[in-house]
């Protein structure tokens, strides 16, 4: 795992000039990669590759990089695993007519010799792995920068005063000078609406993030060049989506548990190579507890696992970890945190995540990879299984609730909802305090936010979405609209909802958040990370079963849990899924306080011209008044201002 910058101006350079420039790009992301560093230029052709290396395979200098292919026709700058490094290797010596000689043991050096030998379009479909990479080829005078298929490794381009720049942050493209880092206010909303901002989109206008499953090739991009060619996809989740809608497995389910166990087993056993340190996150739920169950049948000594907990006993789930832990006989390491561990990392969140990103379990993420770095260097984690096998609550009880509510006119659930919305918290919290429930204003609210949903389509845009119609709090509208759905033509051939929800996750949340998050926080503590379920041969598996062997009768998993039961008792797993979460509505109006007023001043949101500083002050003061809670819509503006805080001082 590691960083990767570079830039490429086909108008030529001074060589000097442009490796001291390269060096600094890649200097902004050294927490990618601690353990060495390289730059290589051809000041000619206007191509500068710049690396920073986490060394986990081949840990010699034949791993360095940037590597150039035995010909030297290539050059790569790259960032990843090829976990089938070692078939495509038997493969290429199998074709070759003579014996070939390997300098080292890395997959780059694989990656790099399968593309002399099939091209860069075939390679990429051979691949079984995470990366993202920049190979020049000297003989075209071609940049490709491709991305994995489910989008598990970053890649950053823009097109700055006609250069491109890449990297693997956004803060590897900044220290060139032509990158320009104008802010577009329509990015703003989507980060405001969905608390990060998808894929190509970034917060900057013409930089973009490669989209998942595709490659963009460069040849001959003009001094002053305006527009860049479109990405060309090699692999498409949304083809296998679609593919897989009229062709679901129709087999028996103790069979289709036995071929995911393999395919699982298979990933997981790829996964655990590595030449230091290995563990996984351990936080007793299905999917991790699935993973570290596979590691531990298949290593020679106990696995190392890691979980982290809250002294909040309400937000602490770390035990259940310890009890599966204890079962599996794994070298089990716990962290529990205070609140004030917690909100000590919140200052460094925006160095952290690059850009505005408000999903608050990025606080114990953080937490758990700066514990876990302290033991290992590569952990595997269970990030995936909720959307390829019917994990989240939103799936669990769509049925029930769309069912239910489809019997009340459209009309009297939406007047139902504006009254449930027009109670301040402490009558919502009184109406709850018989039946025992906790943090009963907010669920009244979120029950009725989906009360008030169409159909089922609207049901899940209204619960994915953090703040539903960010302009209300906005000045200007930007380049990019704020309400795109890329998931609207995924209802013409899948019919159940809970499946069209865990299509749209998977082709949006999960790439734009969960593993954004899971990137930034590893790599933010030099920590690589690796996520089996997303091994594109179970991806493609799980998409071809059908929904009744996900979900039935409100419990998800199911096929998942067959796999499971094989080697951890049902007491130790069944309960309710929680998630990572955090009191960030406390903390806001709690220890926070101070923090969230001095970004939210009237006069500066005023002068810093994104929010109209009437509606956020009005919003603010709800929820510090305890009228009305808002702590995701506040998280989500107040991760904003921190951000803009660290750009205007940086």
């Given at each position: 795992?590691?960083?990767?910058?570079?830039?490429?101006?086909?108008?030529?350079?001074?060589?000097?000039?442009?490796?001291?420039?390269?060096?600094?790009?890649?200097?902004?992301?050294?927490?990618?990669?601690?353990?060495?560093?390289?730059?290589?230029?051809?000041?000619?052709?206007?191509?500068?590759?710049?690396?920073?290396?986490?060394?986990?395979?081949?840990?010699?200098?034949?791993?360095?990089?940037?590597?150039?292919?035995?010909?030297?026709?290539?050059?790569?700058?790259?960032?990843?695993?090829?976990?089938?490094?070692?078939?495509?290797?038997?493969?290429?010596?199998?074709?070759?007519?003579?014996?070939?000689?390997?300098?080292?043991?890395?997959?780059?050096?694989?990656?790099?010799?399968?593309?002399?030998?099939?091209?860069?379009?075939?390679?990429?479909?051979?691949?079984?792995?995470?990366?993202?990479?920049?190979?020049?080829?000297?003989?075209?005078?071609?940049?490709?920068?491709?991305?994995?298929?489910?989008?598990?490794?970053?890649?950053?381009?823009?097109?700055?005063?006609?250069?491109?720049?890449?990297?693997?942050?956004?803060?590897?493209?900044?220290?060139?000078?032509?990158?320009?880092?104008?802010?577009?206010?329509?990015?703003?909303?989507?980060?405001?609406?969905?608390?990060?901002?998808?894929?190509?989109?970034?917060?900057?206008?013409?930089?973009?993030?490669?989209?998942?499953?595709?490659?963009?090739?460069?040849?001959?991009?003009?001094?002053?060049?305006?527009?860049?060619?479109?990405?060309?996809?090699?692999?498409?989740?949304?083809?296998?989506?679609?593919?897989?809608?009229?062709?679901?497995?129709?087999?028996?389910?103790?069979?289709?548990?036995?071929?995911l166990e393999g395919l699982l087993t298979d990933a997981v056993g790829r996964?655990?190579?590595?030449?230091?340190?290995?563990?996984?996150?351990?936080?007793?739920?299905?999917?991790?507890?699935?993973?570290?169950?596979?590691?531990?049948?298949?290593?020679?000594?106990?696995?190392?696992?890691?979980?982290?907990?809250?002294?909040?006993?309400?937000?602490?789930?770390?035990?259940?970890?310890?009890?599966?832990?204890?079962?599996?006989?794994?070298?089990?390491?716990?962290?529990?945190?205070?609140?004030?561990?917690?909100?000590?990392?919140?200052?460094?969140?925006?160095?952290?995540?690059?850009?505005?990103?408000?999903?608050?379990?990025?606080?114990?993420?953080?937490?758990?990879?700066?514990?876990?770095?302290?033991?290992?260097?590569?952990?595997?984690?269970?990030?995936?299984?909720?959307?390829?096998?019917?994990?989240?609550?939103?799936?669990?009880?769509?049925?029930?609730?769309?069912?239910?509510?489809?019997?009340?006119?459209?009309?009297?659930?939406?007047?139902?909802?504006?009254?449930?919305?027009a109670l301040p918290d402490t009558a919502l919290d009184f109406l709850g305090?018989?039946?025992?429930?906790?943090?009963?204003?907010?669920?009244?609210?979120?029950?009725?936010?989906?009360?008030?949903?169409?159909?089922?389509?609207?049901?899940?845009?209204?619960?994915?979405?953090?703040?539903?119609?960010?302009?209300?709090?906005?000045?200007?509208?930007?380049?990019?609209?704020?309400?795109?759905?890329?998931?609207?033509?995924?209802?013409?051939?899948?019919?159940?909802?809970?499946?069209?929800m865990m299509a749209c996750d998977a082709l949006t949340y999960l790439p734009?958040?969960?593993?954004?998050?899971?990137?930034?926080?590893?790599?933010?503590?030099?920590?690589?990370?690796?996520?089996?379920?997303?091994?594109?041969?179970?991806?493609?598996?799980?998409?071809?079963?059908?929904?009744?062997?996900?979900?039935?009768?409100?419990?998800?998993?199911?096929?998942?849990?067959?796999?499971?039961?094989?080697?951890?008792?049902?007491?130790?797993?069944?309960?309710?899924?929680?998630?990572?979460?955090?009191?960030?509505?406390?903390?806001?109006?709690?220890?926070?306080?101070?923090?969230?007023?001095?970004?939210?001043?009237?006069?500066?949101?005023?002068?810093?011209?994104?929010?109209?500083?009437?509606?956020?002050?009005?919003?603010?003061?709800?929820?510090?008044?305890?009228?009305?809670?808002?702590?995701?819509?506040?998280?989500?503006?107040?991760?904003?201002?921190?951000?803009?805080?660290?750009?205007?001082?940086?």
């Amino acid at each position: 795992m590691c960083g990767i910058a570079g830039f490429f101006d086909p108008a030529g350079f001074n060589a000097d000039e442009a490796a001291a420039t390269a060096n600094r790009m890649a200097n902004a992301i050294r927490h990618r990669g601690p353990d060495d560093s390289g730059v290589w230029v051809d000041a000619e052709a206007g191509i500068a590759l710049a690396h920073r290396r986490l060394s986990v395979l081949d840990l010699s200098p034949s791993g360095h990089q940037p590597m150039h292919s035995r010909s030297g026709r290539y050059a790569i700058t790259y960032n990843g695993e090829i976990y089938n490094h070692h078939d495509l290797k038997k493969e290429l010596e199998r074709a070759s007519s003579s014996a070939m000689q390997w300098a080292g043991h890395s997959d780059t050096e694989v990656l790099l010799a399968c593309v002399e030998r099939w091209g860069i379009e075939d390679t990429l479909k051979r691949l079984t792995g995470m990366f993202a990479f920049a190979l020049w080829d000297r003989a075209s005078r071609t940049l490709t920068l491709a991305r994995d298929r489910m989008g598990e490794k970053p890649l950053y381009y823009g097109l700055q005063n006609g250069i491109v720049l890449f990297g693997s942050e956004l803060k590897a493209l900044k220290p060139h000078p032509a990158f320009q880092g104008v802010i577009d206010s329509g990015a703003v909303a989507m980060q405001l609406r969905y608390s990060s901002i998808p894929a190509p989109h970034s917060i900057y206008r013409r930089v973009w993030k490669l989209m998942p499953g595709t490659r963009l090739s460069l040849h001959g991009v003009g001094t002053g060049a305006t527009e860049l060619p479109e990405p060309i996809p090699y692999w498409s989740l949304r083809a296998v989506i679609a593919e897989a809608a009229g062709n679901s497995f129709i087999v028996d389910e103790v069979e289709a548990a036995l071929q995911l166990e393999g395919l699982l087993t298979d990933a997981v056993g790829r996964q655990m190579e590595s030449d230091v340190p290995l563990g996984a996150f351990l936080s007793g739920g299905i999917d991790s507890s699935t993973i570290v169950a596979l590691m531990q049948a298949q290593a020679r000594g106990p696995v190392k696992t890691f979980t982290v907990g809250f002294q909040e006993q309400a937000f602490n789930e770390a035990h259940h970890a310890k009890d599966v832990a204890r079962h599996l006989g794994t070298d089990h390491t716990e962290l529990l945190v205070t609140a004030q561990d917690a909100l000590a990392i919140i200052p460094e969140l925006p160095e952290l995540y690059d850009e505005p990103f408000s999903d608050s379990s990025q606080i114990p993420t953080a937490l758990i990879a700066r514990l876990t770095r302290h033991h290992v260097t590569v952990a595997l984690s269970g990030d995936g299984a909720d959307e390829l096998f019917g994990g989240y609550n939103r799936y669990l009880a769509a049925s029930s609730i769309l069912s239910k509510t489809a019997r009340i006119p459209l009309s009297i659930r939406r007047r139902v909802a504006d009254k449930v919305n027009a109670l301040p918290d402490t009558a919502l919290d009184f109406l709850g305090r018989p039946l025992g429930m906790a943090e009963t204003a907010l669920k009244m609210r979120k029950f009725a936010n989906v009360l008030a949903a169409r159909d089922a389509d609207e049901y899940y845009q209204r619960l994915i979405t953090t703040i539903r119609n960010p302009y209300h709090l906005l000045k200007a509208r930007g380049d990019t609209p704020a309400n795109q759905n890329p998931c609207l033509a995924i209802s013409d051939f899948l019919h159940d909802p809970e499946l069209r929800m865990m299509a749209c996750d998977a082709l949006t949340y999960l790439p734009n958040d969960i593993l954004v998050k899971l990137d930034r926080a590893s790599m933010g503590a030099s920590l690589e990370t690796r996520a089996p379920f997303l091994d594109h041969r179970v991806v493609e598996f799980a998409l071809h079963l059908p929904l009744y062997m996900k979900i039935r009768r409100g419990r998800g998993k199911l096929l998942l849990r067959k796999v499971l039961g094989r080697y951890v008792p049902d007491e130790l797993i069944e309960r309710p899924k929680t998630g990572f979460a955090v009191p960030i509505g406390n903390w806001l109006s709690g220890p926070l306080k101070e923090w969230a007023e001095h970004l939210l001043r009237a006069g500066r949101l005023r002068n810093e011209g994104f929010f109209d500083a009437e509606a956020v002050r009005a919003l603010w003061q709800e929820h510090v008044s305890g009228r009305r809670s808002h702590p995701h819509q506040l998280w989500a503006i107040v991760m904003f201002q921190a951000w803009l805080e660290r750009e205007q001082n940086t």
